[in-house]
């Protein structure tokens, strides 16, 4: 099993910035990706971005531009640096890793965007 724990979320207003955090640890496999995705209400869960531990990095189109993520070699780490936020980012953000064997999400951290 990998246990996944979150920081960082938060209110924030327009234009602003936030830095959310996951650390991955256990005995699940080894990890091969760590990436965040984000569930607003009444929506489904979308794909945000994704790191490996060789820093190859993957990110939707509507937060190209705008979010960072970044990890470390040993690839059980990820933080997520979102800059010039919107309002249509506001959501739970979900941090998951993903290792050989089968992926694990952690418990998600809420994220508001609002004057």
């Known amino acids: 099993q990998v246990q996944l724990v979150e920081s960082g979320g938060g209110l924030v207003q327009p234009g602003g910035s936030l830095r959310l955090s996951c650390v991955a640890s256990?005995?699940?496999?080894?990890?091969?990706?760590m990436g965040w995705y984000r569930q607003a209400p009444g929506k489904q869960r979308e794909f945000v971005a994704h790191v490996t531990p060789d820093g190859s990095t993957a990110y939707a189109d509507s937060v190209k531009g705008r979010f960072t993520i970044s990890g470390d070699n040993a690839g059980n780490t990820a933080y997520l640096q979102m800059d010039n936020m919107k309002p249509e980012d506001t959501a739970v953000y979900y941090c998951?890793?993903?290792?050989?064997?089968?992926?694990?999400w952690g418990q998600g951290t809420q994220v508001t965007v609002s004057s």
């Open positions: 256990g005995n699940g496999g080894k990890i091969i990706a």
């Open positions: 998951k890793a993903t290792a050989v064997v089968g992926g694990y």
